[in-house]
């Protein structure tokens, strides 16, 4: 059998590459239907795109995404099409130019242990003993024991997983949604631009302390067989339901310890949220922006909508 992550350390240096390993794991994942969490009552819990405007900006435009390569989701609303064509610049959380494509690589030596150190020395040779069980139920043969706990932990779902979805038909290496959006932007001519670079999209990750590197990995392996299944996620997402979606992660968060639920929620959203607002706004003054950012990013009181309502923009929801 081929060991599952000597095939990944072609992967890693891409963050987001993961996702066609998490799709192979949610499919090979066993069913467990529970009743859906009522969504969150949370400002813009609703929609997928909206109108940004005010004195000293062109009117933009925010649109939620989905990082999956679903048909139903690549079938974008026709108001999310015309914001699209009719803006000059186009935002999104990275900047995959594939000109830049050497300089964005992450050497794949940042994602293992310091010499002297093992996955199984940090985290106990009982959960390395349940996370092989795990890989070898999976058709593989066992974990790299030189891998940090925070990327072993990504391959197997990070901080929100891919455990509750159940009605995907993404191809296997198909174009994400927001990967498609930006090809097309390139092809047309805009001005595309990363609102973080792609080594802050690792580093957010690989300063964690390794003691709560460890606490993230201990808990997903814990709860690994009680994740929820057969949650309608993408058809919530193309209802526009954020209240549901953010519900169901707030569920998922919940098999953390706390602490650790609250930092992964200040690094993963709360923090990105100000920094996308932050960046967004001097390409917003230039021309007519489309800013195009995972849908978490979207809702609650620290989320990108209502951050750019704070700062006295008008919001208006177009679908």
């Not at 390993?21 to 090979?28: I, R, S, T």
């Not at 020395?121 to 092989?132: F, W």
């Not at 001005?191 to 460890?214: A, C, H, R, W």
């Not at 519900?247 to 602490?259: N, S, T």
Request: net charge negative; charged share 25%.
């Amino acid at each position: 059998m081929k060991n599952f992550f000597d095939e990944l350390r072609c992967v890693l240096p891409r963050p987001l590459a993961a996702a066609s390993l998490l799709l192979l794991l949610a499919a090979c994942a066993t069913p467990e239907p529970l009743p859906l969490p009522e969504p969150l009552d949370m400002p813009y819990n609703q929609g997928r795109i909206w109108k940004i405007e005010g004195e000293d900006i062109k009117p933009s435009y925010v649109f939620g995404t989905f990082h999956i390569a679903d048909s139903k989701v690549l079938d974008i609303p026709a108001a999310a099409e015309k914001a699209f064509v009719d803006s000059p610049i186009a935002a999104f959380e990275y900047d995959y130019d594939p000109a830049k494509e050497e300089e964005n690589r992450i050497d794949r030596k940042r994602y293992r242990l310091p010499e002297g150190k093992t996955l199984q020395g940090l985290v106990g040779s009982g959960v390395y003993g349940d996370l092989t069980n795990i890989i070898r139920g999976l058709g593989y043969w066992k974990p790299n024991n030189e891998l940090k706990p925070w990327v072993m932990w990504d391959i197997f779902g990070g901080a929100r997983g891919t455990f509750y979805r159940n009605d995907d038909d993404s191809e296997s290496g198909a174009v994400v949604l927001d990967g498609w959006l930006q090809n097309r932007a390139r092809d047309e001519g805009k001005t595309v631009v990363g609102l973080e670079s792609v080594e802050e999209g690792f580093v957010k990750y690989d300063t964690i302390p390794m003691n709560q590197q460890v606490a993230m990995l201990k808990s997903l392996v814990e709860h690994y067989h009680q994740q929820r299944q057969g949650a309608p996620i993408v058809q919530a997402y193309v209802d526009g339901d954020l209240g549901l979606l953010m519900a169901l992660d707030e569920e998922r968060m919940g098999r953390y310890p706390p602490e650790i639920a609250d930092m992964l929620n200040f690094r993963v959203l709360t923090n990105r949220n100000h920094i996308f607002v932050e960046r967004a706004l001097p390409h917003m003054r230039k021309d007519s922006t489309f800013i195009a950012v995972g849908a978490a990013h979207l809702p609650g009181e620290e989320g990108v909508l209502r951050l750019f309502e704070e700062r006295g923009y008008t919001v208006t929801r177009l679908h």
